[in-house]
């Protein structure tokens, strides 16, 4: 379902051709309708504005490409692939007797620990480390206060 209206400027639209392309493994199961759903979600987590952080639309697709196929995997039931309802973190344990199973989400800082359930979320989080770093903004210095 990519959007036909008019392209503004500045904001990424969703292409769904070329996000099955980029993730096919993923569009076996998840159709247009829905990725266009997955990509809507993904745009509350980064910006699609023109007043964007990520100001070169193209890095912003790619970005929001991979936060789409994120969405997508940790929506897939498991028959499909995905997480569904299933464990997060890896796998540090695992035996067969009796079944038992032992995940590790290790120490994540603040909401690393949501895009680590996915390879396509830990890649975000990878590309995404530019905007977790304190950002200067040049200007006036402030004027002194001098009290009398």
Avoid: C
């Avoid at 199961?29 to 100001?55: H, I, Q, W």
């Avoid at 979320?121 to 530019?130: K, P």
């Amino acid at each position: 379902m990519t959007d036909t209206t008019t392209p503004t400027p500045g904001v990424v639209t969703f292409d769904y051709t070329v996000w099955s392309q980029r993730f096919p493994s993923l569009a076996k199961s998840v159709n247009e309708g829905l990725a266009k759903a997955y990509f809507d979600e993904a745009t509350l987590f980064l910006n699609n504005t023109p007043y964007s952080l990520v100001r070169d639309v193209n890095k912003r697709a790619a970005l929001l490409g991979y936060l789409t196929a994120h969405i997508a995997q940790l929506n897939l039931p498991k028959e499909a692939g995905g997480n569904g309802a299933g464990i997060v973190g890896r796998v540090s344990n695992a035996s067969r007797g009796s079944v038992s199973i032992s995940v590790d989400n290790g120490t994540q800082a603040g909401s690393a620990a949501w895009f680590m359930q996915t390879q396509y979320g830990a890649t975000y989080w990878q590309m995404t480390a530019f905007l977790r770093q304190m950002r200067l903004i040049p200007g006036t210095a402030p004027r002194p206060r001098i009290w009398p």
